[in-house]
């Protein structure tokens, strides 16, 4: 069998789904591994180190979409592309299949298997296959990078014999992945941290990275049976935002992660809350891209509101596409090592199977 992937558009995404050491893992499971020309060049991969580890690289994306059994992506092609996939290939990739509903029935119905691989249940046996928690983790820390370098001022606390420097304070809104890695980082670099979520479990995860928990008193626990935060209730809303308000009075820096599968972001830091934020403040809003956490978001660029820096990009994972790549890969590969009979030498879509059962577009 052969697994293939092309590019994605170079303007919106840089990151890869195969990776030298997961060619490797490929071949020795029996594949055959083909990649359109130049797959990697932009991350310093040449086509000769691909080829030196057995790869076949052609320089028409279309023939390996026609020869590939299983096609690995970033997300979801152009129409002119996907049109190449024939009926018993395998597609698998980042499909969003809640804004492409409509397109992923149509392939479904072409009989060509799916698999979208955000829906992966949160159980152990799926873990080294979550891209969700992989590239969020790496989104946390270079948020922190990406604030912390639009901070005018220093970020852990320094002695001087002109006088001391304080820490600087960094509140991270939604403690998942993203904010926990978030937690770790700025920590880390000396800064004093906040945290606050809507699952009361996080308070545990983030006191023991070392930061301060902050939650509205009596509130629910939030959390859905898959380990994701849901909507809170109005009432829980209006006590929030009262604590909030008192708190970014005294906070330099807040990094915004907290998202609703599915859904519009929840609007958290609303403009009156900017307003009576110090100058010089720093709003890192990871949640641009799907509406955003903070009032005056715009993807991709920096708004100065009331001298309050508010900043937030479609994709900061292609200001780490190297490390990205390398774990994306990875999830990939332990995916597709699961979906494989190694036996048969073929894909065999167990229904049985939790994993493949969610992932699978019908």
């Not at 509205?216 to 626990?221: A, G, I, K, Q």
């Not at 590969?333 to 048969?344: G, Q, R, S």
């Amino acid at each position: 069998m052969r697994i293939g992937s092309i590019l994605e558009n170079q303007k919106i995404e840089k990151r890869i789904a195969i990776t030298l050491e997961t060619v490797k893992k490929y071949i020795s499971l029996g594949f055959e591994v083909c990649l359109v020309e130049n797959y990697g060049s932009h991350l310093g991969i040449k086509d000769e180190q691909y080829k030196d580890v057995g790869v076949i690289i052609l320089n028409n994306e279309i023939e390996v979409l026609k020869s590939s059994d299983i096609i690995v992506q970033l997300g979801m092609l152009s129409d002119d592309k996907i049109s190449n996939i024939k009926e018993n290939q395998t597609f698998i990739g980042v499909l969003n299949p809640y804004n492409n509903k409509e397109k992923l029935e149509k392939l479904a119905k072409k009989k060509i298997n799916i698999f979208s691989l955000e829906l992966l249940p949160r159980i152990t046996r799926a873990q080294s296959m979550d891209i969700l928690s992989s590239q969020a983790n790496l989104a946390g820390y270079k948020a922190v990078i990406e604030s912390f370098a639009n901070f005018e001022k220093a970020i852990p606390m320094m002695m001087t014999a002109a006088g001391t420097v304080p820490a600087a304070k960094v509140l991270v809104v939604g403690a998942g992945v993203a904010g926990l890695q978030a937690i770790a980082t700025a920590k880390r670099m000396g800064a004093i941290v906040f945290a606050t979520d809507v699952r009361m479990a996080s308070k545990e995860q983030v006191e023991s990275l070392g930061g301060k928990f902050l939650t509205v008193e009596d509130s629910e626990n939030l959390e859905t049976e898959g380990g994701y935060a849901k909507e809170a209730s109005d009432d829980f809303k209006k006590k929030q935002e009262q604590l909030l308000s008192e708190t970014l009075k005294k906070i330099d820096i807040v990094i915004c992660t907290a998202l609703i599968p599915g859904k519009k972001a929840p609007l958290i830091i609303k403009d009156k809350m900017i307003e009576n934020m110090q100058a010089g403040s720093v709003i890192y809003d990871l949640a641009a891209i799907q509406g955003g956490n903070t009032a005056f978001t715009e993807v991709d660029k920096i708004i100065n509101r009331n001298d309050v820096k508010i900043m937030g990009e479609s994709n900061i994972l292609n200001k780490l596409p190297v490390s990205a790549s390398n774990l994306y890969a990875k999830n990939i590969f332990n995916f597709i090592d699961n979906l494989f009979d190694k036996e048969n030498k073929k894909i065999n879509i167990n229904l049985q199977d939790e994993i493949i059962e969610k992932t699978l577009i019908k």
